[in-house]
Structures are given as C-alpha cells and as structure tokens.
C-alpha cells in the first residue's frame, strides 16, 4: 500500500477495533430516539402528506449518527496521537499533508457511512423506509460525512487536549445537529427561526438527505447540494492549509 492508504488503514483499523463502542452504540442511541419520539409523536404529528412520523424521522437519525460520528472519528483520532505523544512518529514519515487530509477525512466517511447503513439496517424493524432517489441519498451521505470528518480534522489540531474539544462539540457541533430539522419540519417553525435555519449548513445535509427518501423537502435539493458543496470546499480548504503549515502539530 502507499502512504496514504496505510494511514486510512490504520485510521480505519482503530475504530472498527472498538466497533461495540463506535459503531453499535451510535446505532443504539439512534434507535432509542426512534422508540421514543416515534412513540410519543406518531399520531399527533403530521409532516408529510403519506408518510408516518416513524418514518420521517429515520432519516434524520441516520444523518445526524452519520455527521456525528464523522466529526468524532478524526477529532479523537487526532487529539488522542497529541495527548499520547505518538503522532511524532506520523510526523517523522515522508507522508505529504494531503496524505493525512484523504486518509483522515476517509476513515471519517467510512465510519460514518457504516453507523448511517446500521442505523438503517435497524430502523427496518420499526416502519417501512421508501427510496424515491437513492443518488441524492449518496451524494449527501458522502458530502455531509466528509465534511464533518473535515470539520473534525480541523477541531483535532486546534485542541490541545479532551476538554476543549468537548466544548467545542457541545456547544458548535450538538446544537447545529439538533437544529437542523432532524425531528421536524422547519416550515413548523416561527419566521424567525425559519430564518435563523436556512443559516444553518446541518439543515441543508439533512433536509438535501430526506429529499432522497420522500421526494420532498423544505427547500430545494439543489440549493442544499450548492451550500453543502460550497461548506465542504471552504473547510477543506482550511483544513489543508492548517495541515501544510504543521498549525499545533510541529511544535
């Protein structure tokens, strides 16, 4: 293998490892939410016209396991090598910067796109899950754990240690999560807030997403494709040039 594959797999090696932690629980945490919202809500919350609540909540829950776990897997990755002292020896290696961009920010895909199809897998049990556009389902899948496995390169260099990286997923990552429509529709929302989520790029994976199941959404799959796109771009962009110049891992 090259350079880069042999750190993707080793990145990837060191989750599936542990895959009764990083993987299986997400799933059961994503389940749980299913029981209970789906349970408590389902006959006094309509959203789309021939689709249950149950079901409209499945891909939310798949979306945001997949963007958190994404986020998670190249943030621990990253800050566990700098607290543990090992990530010298990936340093003393001639791997190029755009080696450890693909092979972190691929790890973070793969590990989000396994707890996303796990999440799936299960929620097949509960409610009936249709595919109007599977390509739409892909595209975003892949974009949104990407970019999140970006936004988790660039958390993991700038932390210096575990609290401050679990400020930073507390109080940046959790609440956009949260607020992006994953257990409702916007257009339920007041003005205001409906403002305030077209601010929000999370919004835009989740509702680009869902799209691929039902055939609709809150906004055109278009325009969330453009803002995914262009927040993908512009944290990668970041993210490579934090890494070209060593930022917090050379000193």
């Known amino acids: 293998m090259t350079g880069w594959q042999t750190l993707l797999y080793k990145e990837v090696l060191r989750f599936w490892k542990v895959a009764f932690q990083t993987v299986a629980g997400p799933v059961l945490t994503a389940m749980l939410y299913l029981l209970i919202f789906g349970h408590a809500l389902e006959s006094h919350v309509k959203v789309y016209d021939q689709v249950s ?92 754990a990407a970019l999140m496995g970006t936004l988790g390169l660039i958390a993991g260099l700038w932390a210096e240690k575990f609290d401050q990286l679990a400020a930073f997923q507390n109080f940046v990552v959790m609440p956009m999560t949260f607020l992006s429509g994953v257990f409702y529709s916007i257009h339920s929302l007041p003005s205001f ?9 999370f919004f835009y994976m989740i509702d680009g997403f869902r799209y691929g199941f039902f055939g609709v959404s809150d906004v055109s799959p278009w325009l969330s494709l453009s803002v995914v796109g262009g927040a993908l771009a512009a944290v990668s962009a970041v993210a490579v040039y934090l890494l070209h110049i060593g930022y917090k891992i050379r000193s």
Request: glycine share 8%; charged share 5%; net charge neutral.
């Open 193 to 201: 807030w409906q403002t305030v989520s077209h601010l929000n790029p």
């Open 53 to 144: 609540y149950t079901a409209f909540l499945v891909p939310g829950l798949a979306m945001m396991s997949l963007l958190q776990n994404a986020f998670a897997n190249s943030s621990s990755s990253l800050i566990m090598s700098k607290v543990m002292g090992n990530l010298v020896f990936l340093l003393l290696t001639p791997l190029s910067y755009m080696n450890w961009f693909v092979a972190y920010v691929g790890a973070a895909v793969i590990r989000g796109l396994i707890v996303g199809l796990g999440v799936f897998a299960v929620s097949a049990l509960f409610t009936d899950l249709s595919f109007v556009a599977p390509l739409w389902i892909l595209i975003f899948g892949v974009m949104g």
